[in-house]
């Protein structure tokens, strides 16, 4: 059932341009299969638990002594009996990690460890008696994982934080079977993130894997959403994927009661509209519909919400109403034990704390978070910044370089385009001016756009000051998104807090300005006066002044989201005593403990 065409992704992004094609009808990874959204809505048998694992620092398992892949590595594990044949590893007594997990956390001897670990795992398969087809899925692995299904591979995939899933109806059999999958999490300068990043590498199968079930002909991706500009025009598209691609194609909402009616080409595409009159959803009121896809052979059924968002000079605009964004950012690691988040009830404790603090809006930061904590923000009302990887210093002329982010923000985008709490897609994090970076961001935003015209576009960008106190922002990009946002650290790594009260900002683009951050860094619990570093005061006194900043010298400001929600860790941040691997900046510890920014924040939410 694959395909047998394989194009490049440059190719692809050429005809995509050129023919006006719908983002699903050109695939975006040559070694897997296209994306299978809402797997979740899915017959799926969960393949979460423990797995047995191997540390590979030299990459044995891959390689032989000539350094050359082979043919009989890790992933055959044939069966022996050390007596008349020997093999030098074995899975089965080797010790067992659960997953999703990363490794980090789970063996203190891998916690600074970047390379390769081989995982494996039986399950037993009892075929359908309807001949149904069978995908491997994987919520995210990273960062470089080859997949491999009783001794033969499936597939392979580079990106840390996207999902993605391969068929192997042929590869399975009736009974026990065995997947093997290498895991490598080293970094590299051409990869996305590059070498350099304020984040901690956590390695490993990191979220859910899955085996979706589906007819010989299923609905493989769908939108259904308002069309933009309308709030009573219900737009999108259905796309199907077998030999029977020619069907008609049924969607259904029942509480807006319509049912519309359409024929899929012969490669299975169809568009619709049709007219609706939804209640809109609002951060006040996030509601969503159910809405069923149906054609012969299958069904899906999904939650959906509609809103639109645009903007008009220098306001943010969610149902046609000016909006303020009170967010702030937050990083995809857990409370408490400071690991990669791997269940929903660290989602919530998260959000919990967003809503608290009185947000309307999370920037899930750097790199796109896992589905459950997207629809989780959505079902409670928050509006979502989404982001890629591309971040700092990017091997901006390599062709390569490109196509990984790229392809990071397709399957973003594929899997969240119907989530209407995402309401800007962001390209990128603090990134040095130049002709190729702006030319490798442009094409991204304009790919952006083309997938997906019913979101804005952003950017985390850097000030560009027109003097040491008139700060400003200065940017070729402007011209490629929605919103100016900038990151700006007054009071930290640009002077201390009182050089917050003698700055103005002039920015001279008409359309509407964020700060995507702002902050500094505070150890819980560490009491001093206000302009003492790193204490609570400290932190505080910056907020009181940059909201104050806000407040008198920045007008109109259409949003912020502060950095950052909690503590987490970092490689990059060495203080003994203060930092201990851990970046400071949280409104809470990593333990859960509030800071007095916490209530700063709070408070001047509470009158916004």
Known sequence: MKSKTRLTLWMLCLLTCWLGLTPVQAQSNPNLDPLIQHVYGRETTSLNGNWNYLIDM?????????RTPDPDGFFKDPKVDNITAYKEYDFDSAPVMKIPSDWN????????????????????????EAGNRAYLYFGAINYDSKVY?????????????????MEVTDVLKEGENFVVVKVDNKRYAEAVPTLNCDWFN????????????????????????????????????????????????????????????METDEKGYASFEVKAKPVLWSSSNPQLY????????????????????????????????????????????????????????????????????GCNYVRLAHYPHNEKMVRMAEKMGFMVWSEIPVYWTIQWNNPETYKNAHNQLTEMIERDQNRAAVVIWSIANETPHGEA?????????????AQDDTRLISMAMERSDKSPTLLSIQDKMSDYVDIISCNQYVGWYDG?????????????YEKPLMLSEFGGGAVAGYHGDNDQIWTEEYQAELYRKTLKMIDERMSPVAGISPWILMDFRSPRRLLPGIQDGFNRKGLISNRGEKKISFDVLQEWYRHK
């Open 290 to 357: 159910d809405v069923h896809l149906t054609v012969a052979t299958d069904r899906v059924n999904d939650e959906i919400g509609f809103r639109t968002i645009e903007t008009r000079g220098r306001e943010i605009l969610l149902n046609g109403e000016p909006v303020f964004l009170k967010g702030i950012s937050i990083h995809e690691e857990a409370p408490f034990y400071s690991g990669r988040i791997c269940n929903e009830a660290e989602n919530l404790t998260l959000l919990n704390w967003a809503q608290e603090l």
């Open 149 to 165: 299904l009783n001794g033969k591979k499936v597939g392979e995939h580079i990106g840390g934080y996207t999902p993605f899933n």
């Open 496 to 508: 201390l807090n009182e050089k917050i009260d003698r700055v103005s900002w002039e920015v001279d």
């Open 202 to 261: 956590y390695g490993g199968i990191t979220r859910d894997v899955m085996l979706v079930e589906v007819p010989q002909t299923y609905i493989r991706s769908y939108k259904v959403q308002l069309k933009k500009g309308s709030k009573d025009l219900i737009a999108g598209y259905v796309q199907l994927d077998g030999e029977q691609a020619s069907q008609k194609v049924t969607i259904e909402i029942p509480a807006l009661k319509v049912k519309k009616e």
């Open 437 to 449: 970076r702006d030319r490798f961001l442009s094409d991204l935003s304009k790919s952006a756009r």
């Open 105 to 128: 956390t789970q063996n203190a001897q891998l916690f600074y460890y970047e390379g390769t670990v081989w995982f494996k795992h039986k399950f037993l398969y009892t075929p359908s």
């Open 58 to 66: 030299l990459e044995v398992g891959y390689y032989n002594y000539r």
